[in-house]
């Protein structure tokens, strides 16, 4: 018997799954599962209610998807069946899927509606059309019905304006790239006022560059007011929704444009009647005051004109001299009851009241250091007496003496021995002694 390996089984098994023919390209459907976006490539599963199998999707192949793949979805994927190696696992290696039951372009188109909403593009506050514009870029094919009508309704309207033709692919692979590159030149001529983006009606594969998000991005990014006209009135695009203009056709797109010129002419001429009757008014007005005020009595009696200034002079002379006369009074009066009270208040006098208060406090300040004094001597006579009688000098005058040896007080006869130096102290001087004998008192 020769056992196999498991890699050896593993590598038999994977080039059954290689060589069947039946596995090479299998029509699968079902649930995605255990989905997760990864930078590279993709990896989940694909269930119905009884099994479950799991797939890779390369990222060559992710990259050509149209939607977003999205937790329990349901979807249609084509792909081959092989065995993984490394874990002995069958797995599906996806190289198309499509959502079931709804078309990928509108799950697409589902989602990038849904993002853009999210992030607020369409709640942008819009631009407003120029009124009166010198140059508008068209961005569109050059061979359609779009160019053709726009430049019929602008000539038939506002003949005067500028309209500068950006060619423009608007339908096929390359035709969103082309879309954002003819944004990109409009902005940087920097010298337009309007720019028109339009293009027939079409099935939603035709209208797909319209949708994309470099587009929409595109579209908020540009400084210049945007009309959008794409499609029939009845098809939304995602431009559509980002543009600060939606019109429902070419022609729309250019009335919404461009003023009627012969209209404006029209209004400029009464404008121009308006303002001419408004100042042959206002001249008229001017004349007849004039001729009011030439007829006035200030120009006929001009000293007139100062009558009432020359009453209003005099009666403020009358209130200036009745106001100084009145201050005058006042401060007189302040004056005299200053005067009063200055001789109330003469120095000389308060000075002999305080020289005679200053005499009695010295006299009392005398009598009190006398009194205090004599109070401090008897205190010290009565503390020396009494120091008199604690001196030890006093004790020892009446018979009492203390001793030492070597400068020390002996307090008791054990702090002796015999034949011991001892000082005696009496009150008028002191014996030097040698010990001879000793004796204790007998305990009691």
Same mark, same amino acid.
């Given at each position: ?48 209610? $009884? ?10 192949? @992710? ?47 589902? +989602? ?10 369409? !709640? ?22 779009? *160019? ?7 000539? =038939? ?13 608007? +339908? ?103 303002? %001419? ?16 005020? !030439? ?41 005299? +009851? ?18 005679? =208060? ?8 005398? =009598?009190?250091? %006398? ?8 205190? @010290? ?13 006093? *004790? ?11 400068? !020390? ?9 015999? +034949?011991?130096?001892?000082?005696? $102290?009496?009150?008028?001087?002191? *014996? ?13």
């Amino acid at each position: 018997m020769e056992y196999l390996t498991v890699s050896a089984l593993t590598k038999y098994l994977k080039r059954k799954f290689d060589a069947d023919p039946y596995l090479e390209k299998v029509f699968l459907t079902g649930e995605i599962s255990n989905f997760r976006l990864r930078p590279n490539h993709q990896y989940f599963s694909i269930k119905d209610d $009884h099994a479950k199998i799991s797939a890779v999707m390369f990222k060559n192949s @992710f990259s050509k998807l149209n939607f977003m793949p999205e937790e329990g979805m349901k979807v249609m994927v084509v792909g081959r069946i092989s065995l993984y190696e490394a874990s002995g696992n069958y797995q599906i290696y996806v190289e198309q899927m499509q959502p079931d039951g709804i078309g990928a372009l509108y799950q697409a188109y589902e +989602q990038l509606k849904k993002k853009l909403a999210a992030e607020g593009l369409f !709640q942008l506050p819009k631009k407003t059309l120029p009124r009166f514009p010198k140059k508008i870029a068209v961005l569109t094919s050059p061979s359609g019905a779009v *160019i053709r009508d726009i430049i019929t309704t602008v000539k =038939r309207r506002y003949p005067i304006v500028q309209l500068v033709l950006f060619p423009t692919i608007v +339908q096929g692979d390359q035709a969103a790239d082309n879309l954002v590159v003819n944004l990109k030149k409009v902005e940087q001529q920097a010298d337009f006022d309007t720019v028109i983006i339009g293009r027939g009606g079409g099935s939603i594969e035709d209208l797909w560059p319209f949708n994309e998000e470099r587009v929409a991005r595109a579209i908020v990014d540009c400084p210049l007011a945007v009309i959008s006209s794409v499609g029939h009135e009845t098809d939304t695009t995602i431009a559509d929704l980002v543009s600060d203009v939606r019109a429902a056709t070419p022609t729309a797109a250019a009335e919404l444009a461009v003023p009627v010129l012969s209209e404006e002419i029209l209004r400029i001429d009464e404008k121009q009647a308006r303002l %001419q009757q408004a100042y042959l008014y206002q001249l008229q007005s001017k004349l007849e005051r004039f001729k009011r005020l !030439q007829n006035s009595y200030v120009f006929r009696q001009p000293q007139r004109l100062y009558e009432a200034q020359s009453q209003q002079l005099d009666q403020l002379k009358q209130r200036l001299s009745q106001t100084l006369e009145h201050s005058f009074y006042e401060k007189e009066k302040a004056y005299s +009851q200053m005067n009063t009270r200055l001789r109330q208040l003469n120095p000389a006098s308060q000075l002999n009241q305080e020289k005679q =208060r200053l005499l009695f406090l010295q006299t009392g300040l005398t =009598r009190n250091m %006398q009194q205090l004094l004599q109070k401090k001597e008897q205190k @010290f006579e009565h503390t020396v007496a009494s120091l008199d009688l604690l001196s030890p000098l006093k *004790i020892m005058s009446r018979g009492y003496n203390f001793t030492t040896k070597k400068e !020390q007080i002996i307090k008791s006869v054990k702090e002796l021995e015999l +034949q011991d130096e001892i000082t005696v $102290h009496y009150y008028d001087g002191q *014996i030097q002694a040698q010990i001879t004998n000793i004796k204790e008192h007998e305990d009691e």
